[in-house]
């Protein structure tokens, strides 16, 4: 199966994973197997959709130009548009930040029947506060009086509310999936070069992009630790190789229709008697009108 393939181990070691695929395509040929793919997901949508019984949630991270708007772009763009929801969850609101940091994640889930896509997701709050503990101050926590009190006993508890976030998402009905594209710095340095010579692309720049990446490697180790931490059964992680965006988009399509296309349950409910039992009446009905 593709997914064990990209399946995180227990030991995580990002440094020692390439961000390259296993397997290379052009970019031609990449493109061909996942319009057969992203087809295959469409049905599936909607079968989803008429079965109202489950949801999807789709939860995308990486580095800044790790390549999840477009393979968001290119791996959904065959959905019908009523059946999909998509977050980008950017710096909290003052009213986000009123409540527990978890709220606006729940408010955001995909209903029954729909897919949802976390575009940065509910692991910000692991990932980017705990390089900028400061950033905690904004949530008034109790007991909290600085940075200083992120100290291991609170990441570790952070880690325990998402998986038990997560395990309850699952306990009713959603199937949830969580990718991190794995790009090097030596890529996200040629996309971040791409954004400032090409003139329609400069408004994607922004100069905190060339701060953070000076963290570089305090970002890998925090992700190193967020993922291992809630790397677990009921919600696993898997690693996509983020360099080629064409085949990242390729694996994360067929790592979904693979896991999705076992779901055997999901289909249309079955028209009830009287109704089935007429069907060729109100055909002709309908033809001699």
Not at 40 to 45: E, G, N, R, S
Not at 110 to 123: E, Q
Not at 188 to 195: F, G
Not at 212 to 229: F, G, N, P, S, V
Request: aromatic share 12%.
């Amino acid at each position: 199966m593709l997914s064990v393939d990209y399946k995180a181990g227990k030991d995580l070691k990002l440094s020692k994973l390439s961000t390259f695929p296993k397997r290379a395509l052009s970019k031609k040929e990449a493109a061909k197997e996942l319009d057969k793919v992203r087809r295959d997901l469409a049905d599936f949508q909607a079968r989803l959709y008429a079965h109202d019984k489950h949801a999807v949630l789709v939860c995308f991270q990486g580095m800044d130009t790790s390549g999840k708007d477009s393979l968001v772009r290119e791996v959904f763009k065959d959905f019908n548009v009523r059946g999909v929801i998509q977050h980008s969850f950017k710096v909290p609101t003052s009213l986000e930040l009123s409540h527990g940091y978890l709220w606006r994640h729940y408010m955001a889930l995909p209903p029954k029947g729909h897919f949802g896509i976390f575009n940065r997701t509910h692991y910000e709050n692991v990932l980017v506060t705990r390089v900028h503990p400061e950033y905690l101050m904004a949530e008034k926590l109790p007991e909290f009086n600085g940075p200083e009190d992120a100290n291991d006993k609170f990441w570790k508890m952070r880690y325990q509310q998402i998986n038990n976030f997560e395990k309850e998402l699952v306990q009713n009905g959603i199937f949830l999936f969580k990718f991190f594209l794995n790009l090097s710095k030596e890529e996200q340095k040629n996309r971040l070069l791409r954004r400032l010579k090409t003139p329609e692309k400069n408004w994607k720049f922004s100069k905190e992009d060339l701060k953070e990446r000076k963290l570089w490697d305090t970002y890998m180790q925090c992700y190193e630790e967020a993922i291992r931490h809630t790397n677990t059964d009921v919600a696993p992680w898997h690693i996509i190789p983020a360099d080629d965006k064409p085949v990242a988009r390729l694996i994360v399509a067929k790592i979904l229709f693979e896991a999705l296309s076992q779901k055997i349950g999901i289909r249309a409910p079955q028209l009830d008697d009287e109704i089935s039992g007429k069907i060729n009446q109100y055909i002709k009905e309908l033809e001699n009108e």
